[in-house]
């Protein structure tokens, strides 16, 4: 018979488990006749303790407080220390998993130690044009890109499997463990099976660990520690690895203009729907009848669901990732042949500038980037 171990470091999270063990529930009820659960619920608040009171008529429930809050990693390795299981699946509380996931996450492992899905990352698949599945799932991808893998959930591994460098180096920051723990792995020789499937969710809440800029830096540059005292990879690794740890949180700095960007765009939008004006209107006024939406991003799509409301028609998006996406709407890649629209809303904050002349140069519309669209309706409400 098959066991899996499910371990849940719980912090604070209480409110998550009976979601948890319905999801798995269903997991048991979909599996090959036989499968074994066995969920192990890591509490790792000392101060909010969990009672021995879960129980599932499908699988054991095992129970584990802490002492002492430790962080996520080690209440991960204590959960693996204490559970039966041959296979280990490492989930967060707010994890979303499909019914299908262990079925099918079984059946395609083999003879490899790991065997990884795709994923739904912010309401869009994690995989695209610029991270494809295939090629980022391996050692020199990871070393030079970063963690391909958004959710130690994505992943079921045997037991064996698990390095015992990550089993015995706790970071002091929470955020980059799972990145180490794929890093040597792989680097160990444990081979991944790719399912193509989209069996896992991952949620993002303001209390991740990887939102955060300072936490993650310092995660990050525990695990290049770790990997170079480990003296098992080679120098070229480690030479790679600093570049990559560097490149990582410049790319976090940039992000941080971005999201400043976004607020400004959002601070705009908000102070005209308290003064009763939608975006609507303006562009009736402007004598547009039906646009199209570059930029399947939460403003694109914010700006879609209001003028839908609106009853204002948007044609459809244009994305790079269309070929990734599932809209309301058609989506179409920047490449292919666009139907002509009265104007096209660029919804980026980021090289938009390319985008707008990339537009210009395809389509006889008025081309806005949205930052401009909400100060021209601004400049127009105050005028």
């Not at 054991?60 to 204490?82: F, P, Y």
């Not at 992000?255 to 959002?266: A, E, H, T």
Request: with cysteine; charged share 30%; net charge negative.
């Amino acid at each position: 018979m098959c066991t899996v171990s499910v371990v849940v470091p719980v912090y604070y999270g209480k409110k998550y488990i009976n979601a948890l063990i319905r999801q798995l529930e269903e997991c048991w009820k979909c599996a090959e006749e036989g499968m074994d659960i066995e969920l192990l619920l890591v509490n790792d608040a000392p101060e909010d303790p969990l009672e021995q009171r879960y129980i599932s008529e499908c699988m054991d429930i095992v129970v584990l407080n802490t002492e002492v809050n430790r962080g996520v990693q080690s209440a991960r390795i204590k959960g693996i220390e204490c559970s039966r299981g041959s296979y280990i699946l490492l989930l967060d509380q707010d994890d979303r998993i499909d019914p299908e996931y262990l079925k099918s996450q079984i059946n395609r492992i083999g003879d490899h130690d790991a065997v990884v899905c795709r994923a739904i990352h912010e309401k869009k698949p994690f995989y695209n044009l610029t991270r494809p599945f295939a090629e980022s799932i391996c050692k020199e991808y990871m070393l030079q890109k970063g963690d391909s893998i958004i959710s130690p959930g994505q992943v079921l591994m045997k037991k064996e499997a698990v390095s015992d460098i990550w089993k015995t180096n706790i970071l002091k920051n929470n955020g980059a463990d799972d990145w180490m723990l794929w890093l040597c792995m792989m680097n160990e020789g444990k081979t991944f099976a790719l399912n193509d499937e989209i069996l896992f969710e991952h949620v993002v809440e303001d209390g991740n660990a990887s939102l955060r800029t300072l936490e993650m830096h310092r995660s990050e540059s525990e695990v290049l520690e770790i990997i170079r005292d480990s003296q098992t990879f080679s120098k070229e690794d480690i030479n790679i690895l600093e570049e990559t740890v560097r490149n990582l949180t410049e790319t976090r700095l940039s992000l941080m203009g971005k999201f400043q960007r976004i607020s400004f765009v959002y601070d705009m939008w908000l102070s005209l729907k308290n003064y009763g004006v939608h975006v609507s209107e303006s562009l009736r006024q402007e004598g547009y009848q039906k646009i199209a939406v570059y930029g399947v991003t939460g403003l694109g799509k914010r700006l879609y669901e209001e003028l839908d409301a609106d009853k204002f028609e948007v044609s459809y998006f244009i994305d790079i990732n269309a070929a990734f996406l599932n809209e309301q709407i058609p989506v179409y890649s920047p490449e292919e042949e666009l139907k002509q629209v009265d104007a096209v809303v660029v919804s980026l904050v980021q090289n938009e500038r390319r985008i707008t002349d990339l537009l210009q140069a395809k389509l006889s519309a008025d081309i806005w980037e949205i930052a401009d669209l909400m100060k021209r309706i601004k400049e127009t409400m105050n005028a």
